[in-house]
């Protein structure tokens, strides 16, 4: 299956025995995210590696290697739609990922439940279907 994944699905890749990681590693997913994520993540390090005592390097090529990050030239086109639908600032860009790509949202956020042009499954929903 293939899937946008919001940055809370991100930063719970941190911890190492999460649902999460079991979905992603124990499944064949295809995961894609804003490229705009990765500076999320460098931005929230020192919490993410005090949270989790985690090597922050070591979880970001980790990320880095699961998800395929997309810049947003390749959706720009859909921000103007995004915004429509989605009113939180920072999950615009995962849903115009998401309209682009024709792909569902994994996400924890209820905002995203919101619309019914794109799918949303949180974690507990795909633990379930999967």
């Given at each position: 299956m293939?899937?946008?994944?919001?940055?809370?699905i991100i930063?719970?890749m941190?911890?190492?025995?999460s649902?999460?990681?079991k979905?992603?590693?124990?499944?064949e997913i295809?995961?894609f995210?804003p490229?705009?994520?990765?500076e999320?993540?460098?931005?929230?390090?020192?919490?993410?590696e005090?949270?989790y005592?985690?090597?922050?390097?070591?979880?970001?090529?980790k990320?880095k290697?699961?998800i395929k990050?997309?810049?947003?030239?390749e959706?720009?086109d859909?921000?103007?739609?995004?915004?429509?639908?989605?009113?939180?600032?920072k999950?615009?860009s995962?849903?115009?990922?998401?309209?682009?790509?024709?792909l569902?949202i994994w996400?924890n956020d209820?905002?995203?439940?919101?619309?019914n042009?794109?799918l949303?499954?949180n974690?507990?929903?795909l633990?379930?279907?999967m």
């Open positions: 293939r899937f946008v994944i919001d940055a809370n930063f719970s941190a911890k190492q025995d649902a999460t990681n979905l992603i590693f124990d499944k295809e995961l995210a490229e705009y994520a990765l999320e993540l460098k931005k929230y390090s020192k919490l993410i005090d949270k005592k985690i090597n922050f390097i070591a979880y970001f090529n990320i290697s699961q990050f997309v810049p947003a030239t959706y720009k859909k921000i103007v739609f995004a915004k429509q639908i989605i009113k939180d600032q999950d615009i995962y849903f115009a990922l998401a309209l682009k790509y024709n569902p996400s209820t905002e995203f439940k919101n619309q042009i794109i949303v499954f974690t507990k929903e633990i379930t279907i």
